[in-house]
T-cell receptor, first 111, second 115 residues
Framework: GEDVEQSLFLSVREGDSSVINCTYTDSSSTYLYWYKQEPGAGLQLLTYIFSNMDMKQDQRLTVLLNKKDKHLSLRIADTQTGDSAIYFCAARAGTASKLTFGTGTRLQVTL | GAVVSQHPSWVICKSGTSVKIECRSLDFQATTMFWYRQFPKQSLMLMATSNEGSKATYEQGVEKDKFLINHASLTLSTLTVTSAHPEDSSFYIC???????????FGSGTQLSVL
């Protein structure tokens, strides 16, 4: 089955860019997602990318996909303290397939 | 984005009692909803897929008689934890797919504590 991996922790200074990385194993994954979870809350869909795309940008967020290496990254420009949270990447093979989550990356933004 | 409402946000119950958690899609119809469980500082584990008008599909290792799922309408799915025990204490989150099924939106989660 699908296995999705992320680094556990990232610390950045306010105003810097954050890059959160994710790798997945199933080459048939067609939808790749980034979610944000704040303490005690549900998951907020930040963005998602289809596998035929290399990049997607949405305001401060940039998603890069290297399909050959099965590597996904989320770049947050001008990181703010409000960006402190856990970020999950997730993958699924199609709209009828279940979503497999990564382990989550805790982003800490320092002043 | 679409809104998924989950209720209650937290519940404390005695061991042996049953607890019902509701998941509603507020501004879209969801033929499919998903129920996840999350342990502290861990990722989300899919428990079951809830299909409107039919039986839920459970993941391996999830007891269907323990975690009863009902998806009676296109906007409501419920998860009932029957005869809850302390080991059932966890954070439960539901999600629903929009019409195109590309986006999955999540509820705010329910923290269940069984004493």
């Amino acid at each position: 089955g699908e296995d999705v991996e992320q680094s556990l922790f990232l610390s950045v200074r306010e105003g810097d860019s954050s890059v959160i990385n994710c790798t997945y194993t199933d080459s048939s994954s067609t939808y790749l997602y980034w979610y944000k979870q704040e303490p005690g809350a549900g998951l907020q869909l930040l963005t998602y990318i289809f596998s035929n795309m290399d990049m997607k940008q949405d305001q401060r967020l940039t998603v890069l996909l290297n399909k050959k290496d099965k590597h996904l990254s989320l770049r947050i420009a001008d990181t703010q303290t409000g960006d402190s949270a856990i970020y999950f990447c997730a993958a699924r093979a199609g709209t009828a397939s279940k979503l497999t989550f990564g382990t989550g990356t805790r982003l800490q933004v320092t002043l | 984005g679409a809104v998924v409402s989950q209720h209650p946000s937290w519940v404390i119950c005695k061991s042996g009692t049953s607890v019902k958690i509701e998941c509603r899609s507020l501004d879209f119809q969801a033929t499919t909803m998903f129920w996840y469980r999350q342990f502290p500082k861990q990722s989300l584990m899919l428990m079951a897929t809830s299909n409107e008008g039919s039986k839920a599909t459970y993941e391996q290792g999830v007891e269907k008689d323990k975690f009863l799922i009902n998806h009676a309408s296109l906007t409501l799915s419920t998860l009932t934890v029957t005869s809850a025990h302390p080991e059932d204490s966890s954070f439960y989150i539901c999600s629903a797919a929009d019409d195109g099924r590309e986006k999955l939106f999540f509820g705010s989660g329910t923290q269940l504590s069984v004493l």
